[in-house]
């Protein structure tokens, strides 16, 4: 019986589980090891969910900062040190109120720029008023009466 041969010339080996052929160097074809892993999921669950707790518990602040880390490069392009370097030309304070910590990464909803970075309750008005000046000089007008 001949044997399929792989991209490089490598013959492929057969699961040992079914025997199918493989593709790669997995002892084990991807459904047997699909299988496999639903199978050791179910009967561990309770022990892999209570490591999981447990490591989140330990390392809560890591993985924080790694969320955060991936929302700031997925929305707005920035790595985890173009925004330090924002917080810090800011010395960690609001770009408008200039009181408040900066926590908020503000910017413009046409380009996708982004302005700097805000506390909420800045960055929230901002939103509110649908990042448009005008719309900001009348509530100005309007607040100095």
């Known amino acids: ?7 490089k010339n490598k013959v ?4 040992k589980k079914c025997g199918e052929f493989n593709r ?14 639903k199978k050791y999921r179910t009967s561990n669950s309770l022990v892999l969910k209570q490591g999981k707790q447990l490591d ?12 955060m880390n991936r929302h ?4 707005y392009g920035l790595t985890s040190q173009q925004v330090q370097d924002l917080k810090d030309k800011q010395k ?6 200039e009181t408040r910590q900066a926590i908020s990464v503000d910017h413009c909803h046409r380009t996708g720029k982004v302005r700097g970075i805000l506390c909420r309750q800045c960055n929230t008005g901002i939103g509110q008023l ?11 007008e309007y607040l100095t009466c």
């Open 1 to 7: 019986m001949s044997r399929p041969v792989g991209s």
């Open 12 to 15: 492929i080996k057969p699961c």
């Open 56 to 67: 989140y518990k330990n390392n809560k602040d890591v993985y924080k900062s790694r969320a």
């Open 130 to 140: 649908d990042d448009d000046p005008k719309l900001l000089e009348k509530a100005v």
């Open 72 to 75: 700031f490069e997925s929305a």
């Open 92 to 97: 960690g304070l609001c770009a408008l109120c």
């Open 24 to 37: 790669g160097k997995r002892s084990n074809c991807r459904s047997c090891k699909r299988d496999y892993d």
